[in-house]
């Protein structure tokens, strides 16, 4: 199934599974418990970010390539940071340039998210996809000056800008889609492709990250795991591939579909 969350004709939120014309079976009860799609065919009048998370736990340098293009060494452990809940976007809507607190540095990273369906403790990697609710398609947006220069050598001030994180189309279910580590997934900015691999190069694979993020640590439905980027990020690149004003960014992984944004200046 497909679980997307969006406004209806009439601006009501809704959550519903995803059909093949675009319009949505109206899901009845809670997707973190017992949910079921109704015979309600509903327009999608405006596509959402398919959860509103509890908190976004995300891994750095979980490409191998990655890992090589910015001449770091492969972690002993996951690398683990965090990112503002309200850094989340919705899809089609725009990527804030900050300006504010400005940033000339701000960069792409195609993620897969995963999204935990219900509490989670000291789980073991061979039980670890029960606990998971669905996957989707992430842009983990940084401000490479805020994360490398000026944030006090943690990551999170240039990760946790508003618009930060745009997470979708939809919410793919475990049994959908198969095998979390045989995506293709790709960045394509004004359509030119500057990201393309597979999640086969993570170093640390979905169910070991999530027995590791679960150690002595409960991770709450609504939790939401990004899982590293690939190579080919734009501080990488010679010279430097940054986001500006008037870029469109898409996202794509195989069985999810394209997240795509539009790139704005903050206003005043």
């Known amino acids: 199934m497909k679980i997307i969350r969006f406004e209806d004709s009439a601006g009501h939120i809704q959550t519903g599974a995803l059909q093949p014309d675009g319009a949505a079976l109206r899901l009845e009860g809670d997707i973190f418990g017992k949910f079921v799609p109704t015979r309600r065919k509903l327009a999608v009048a405006k596509l959402l970010c398919p959860v509103v998370p509890t908190a976004i736990l995300c891994i750095g340098l979980n490409y191998r390539r990655h890992a090589a293009e910015t001449k ?113 997934i790709e960045t394509r900015v004004n359509g030119r492709i500057l990201q393309q691999s597979n999640t086969a190069d993570m170093i640390f694979k979905v169910p070991e990250l999530i027995e590791f993020l679960s150690g002595s640590t409960t991770l709450l439905p609504g939790t939401v795991i990004l899982t590293g980027t690939p190579e080919g990020v734009g501080m990488a690149r010679r010279p430097p591939r940054w986001l500006v004003a008037g870029d469109n960014v898409e996202i794509q992984i195989e069985k999810i579909g394209v997240l795509r944004n539009p790139v704005i200046e903050e206003k005043p």
Not at 80 to 87: E, G
Not at 107 to 121: N, P, S, T
């Open 72 to 184: 770091a060494p492969l972690p002993e452990y996951p690398v683990l940071f965090l990112k503002n809940p309200s850094s989340v976007q919705n899809p089609d809507d725009p990527i804030e340039l900050p300006r504010h607190l400005a940033s000339s540095q701000v960069d792409y990273e195609a993620e897969l998210a995963v999204v935990i369906g219900k509490r989670a403790k000291n789980v073991r990697a061979a039980r670890a996809l029960d606990y998971v609710l669905g996957f989707t398609a992430a842009n983990d947006v940084s401000a490479r000056d805020w994360q490398v220069r000026w944030g006090g050598s943690q990551w999170c001030r240039g990760k946790s800008f508003d618009t930060f994180c745009p997470l979708g189309p939809a919410l793919v279910t475990p049994e959908e889609l198969g095998d979390p580590q045989a995506l293709a």
